[in-house]
């Protein structure tokens, strides 16, 4: 979706060449100067300024040496300005979401959208502006490479939004959420390919290729790096497919020289079959965006890096298949990790958390990180908690769950804390190995945290999310359509920006 902004419509009124026009209006209100019929229409209609209420009419606009023209004119809600900051967000960034959704594929190529003070719209300032923007570009983003018979009626035609009356400083701040925008999108294309396009080795070709000239530095290890490295709990996840593992380091060093970087560590499994402890086949596959974890973690280094973030971050991805071919590992195996410690895999479906532990041993040992942050579509179990309202959150330091629960409230990428501590370990005690890989039917998602947490060394800051339920989407949500929902993007840049850009440190200190 392209965005620009315009000081001043001409000389004749609004833009002859955009036929669709919007106004913004708070609850219970019509701009004023609004022609009678559409402010009889709108009352007819019951239209009452409600977050992402719509009503649509048409009147006559005269134009420039060019008679009247026919204008379709849309009137979109955004709710009472008495609200908290994050409720003002969202039902600014719903009304965005709400024009785009109305009129995608409405055969209109471009929409006028006045924020002049003079519409009633409870008086936008920049950021009010940059939410409804931002929301209007989230809700825009649609994947149909794959789809050749679409009729006309469903291809997208609204592909520009021009800004009229923009408070001063729009402009400028949303060329920053414009960044955040692009990582959002990047992520929900890679979540959204299938696995026969995106694996291991493609999902490192498409970031070499996005961020290419973006001044993040790439480092790749192939198999015969991690068999050298001892990566054997990863190693025994893609031993049983074709299709060869990678793991990938992504850095921005925006900050100061010489500072410890904060670590992303995402989950890459490009398609999970459940290997030998096979799936059921209903809904198997949905396991392609089983490296939305991984997704996430792209996306947010793409985002940092296209606004110049003034931090040092590291983002790493463990990416891998997991097949059931001859070779594949099995119910019962014990594998040595990075780290030395001994895993008796259970359950070869329970495959994340080796892939995580011998990504987060070899972060450690590499980049000496301040703090590490996982994120990874671990378990059912949390979505059985949770549903798809909020994200499992984990983690040995307070400070570093409250900077990411604070994060969390301020962009709508919502987390949930879960307890953790020795009863929960003992879950996953082996009789014959240090750990087993799965704790047994109850406390799936805490038990799986209690495993990663014995990877990460001693006095490192770490939290792990469990973003099992909050990758994908059934149905369409406020700002994204049915399937691929771009979280964790938003998550991790808010917490870049008030916790490391604000200086008060990777745990929160």
Not at 190 to 208: D, G, I, K
């Amino acid at each position: 979706m392209q965005i620009e902004f315009l000081d001043t419509a001409p000389p004749s009124g609004p833009t002859p060449a955009i036929r669709l026009q919007a106004r913004l209006c708070a609850a219970d209100t019509l701009p004023p100067g609004l022609e009678p019929v559409l402010a009889e229409g709108a009352k007819a209609a019951r239209f009452a300024g409600k977050p992402g209420q719509v009503f649509e009419g048409f009147a006559e606009r005269a134009t420039a040496g060019q008679g009247a023209a026919l204008a379709r004119v849309a009137l979109v809600g955004i709710g009472k300005a008495d609200s908290t900051a994050a409720e003002r967000r969202d039902t600014l960034e719903k009304a965005g979401a709400a024009l785009v959704a109305r009129y995608r594929t409405s055969g209109e190529e471009a929409l006028l959208l006045d924020v002049s003070g003079a519409d009633g719209a409870g008086g936008l300032d920049a950021a009010d502006v940059v939410a409804v923007l931002l929301g209007a570009r989230l809700r825009g983003w649609h994947h149909d490479a794959y789809r050749t018979t679409l009729k006309d009626e469903q291809k997208r035609s609204l592909t520009r939004i021009a800004v009229l009356g923009a408070p001063a400083g729009t402009e400028a701040a949303w060329a920053d959420a414009a960044a955040l925008a692009e990582g959002v999108e990047f992520t929900r294309e890679l979540v959204t390919e299938p696995a026969n396009v995106l694996f291991p080795e493609s999902f490192v070709a498409r970031c070499q290729d996005r961020l290419a000239g973006t001044g993040v530095e790439l480092t790749v290890l192939g198999k015969a790096e991690m068999t050298a490295l001892g990566m054997g709990a990863l190693l025994g996840v893609a031993q049983g497919s074709a299709r060869e593992p990678r793991v990938l380091a992504m850095v921005w060093n925006g900050g100061k020289a010489g500072e410890k970087p904060t670590a992303f560590i995402g989950k890459g499994v490009t398609f999970d079959s459940g290997g030998i402890s096979l799936k059921p086949p209903g809904g198997m596959e949905d396991m392609k965006w089983d490296m939305g974890g991984a997704g996430a973690v792209a996306g947010t280094m793409l985002t940092l890096a296209l606004r110049g973030a003034k931090a040092n971050v590291v983002g790493i991805c463990g990416l891998v298949e997991n097949m059931p071919d001859g070779l594949a590992q099995r119910p019962g195996d014990v594998v040595t990790s990075m780290s030395g410690q001994t895993i008796e895999v259970i359950n070869t479906d329970a495959e994340g958390r080796l892939v995580l532990c011998d990504v987060l041993t070899w972060a450690q040992a590499t980049y000496k990180p301040a703090a590490l942050v996982d994120l990874a579509t671990l378990t059912g179990a949390s979505i059985a908690a949770l549903a798809h309202e909020y994200a499992g959150l984990f983690s040995n330091d307070d400070k570093l769950a409250d900077a990411l629960t604070a994060a969390g409230k301020a962009s709508g990428d919502l987390l949930w804390r879960f307890p953790m501590g020795p009863a929960f370990d003992k879950m996953i005690d082996s009789p014959i190995a240090d750990m087993k890989n799965t704790g047994g039917r109850f406390g799936g998602s805490i038990t799986a945290a209690q495993f990663i947490a014995r990877f990460v060394e001693k006095g490192t800051p770490w939290a792990h999310l469990d973003i099992a339920g909050m990758v994908w989407a059934d149905k369409p949500g406020a700002t994204w359509d049915k399937g691929a929902t771009g979280y964790g993007v938003r998550l991790l840049d808010a917490y870049v920006r008030d916790v490391l850009e604000a200086g008060t440190g990777p745990s929160g200190a």
